[in-house]
């Protein structure tokens, strides 16, 4: 697996990524556009959709520590990694359930809408926060 710095120079400027959201009970998946500027909840997979790159969220504790969460979804990442034939890539997923929350609360969803649609939406938020940081 290779740092978001490593990623960042590996990845060109017209590069379709994937974003996911690992819980212990769902999974969320994004994608964004060739040019890296907004992600969007996905269920397409790799081939599909020329995918070049796997941002995958890390869900570190708010201290900045790794709990329980961050060793599993490490260990799920290295076997992605190890199964696929494009970069994978960690990236900090502190308060992304949360804003994709709050963002959905913003566009007056309704709650079980929200519910429903949470782990898509945090995988997006998830993508959109390191295809931010890979354009800057």
């Known amino acids: 697996m290779i740092t978001i710095e ?4 590996k990845q060109s400027e017209t590069s379709r990524l994937i974003g996911l959201d690992l819980g212990s009970k769902r999974i969320g998946v994004s994608i964004c556009d060739e040019k890296q500027s907004i992600a969007t909840p996905l269920k397409k997979i790799i081939e599909e ?3 070049k790159g796997i941002i995958i969220g890390y869900p570190i504790n708010m201290d900045g520590s790794l709990g329980p969460s961050a060793q599993s979804v490490s260990d799920v990442s290295k076997n992605i990694d190890k199964n696929v ?3 994978v890539c960690l990236w900090d997923e502190r308060l992304s359930t949360v804003g994709a929350f709050n963002l959905s609360s913003q566009l007056d969803v309704n709650v079980s809408k929200r519910e429903k649609n949470i782990d898509q939406n945090a995988a997006a938020f998830i993508l959109q926060g390191a295809i931010d940081y890979l354009n800057n």
């Open 6 to 9: 490593e990623f960042k120079k």
């Open 49 to 51: 959709n020329n995918i």
């Open 85 to 87: 034939d494009v970069d």
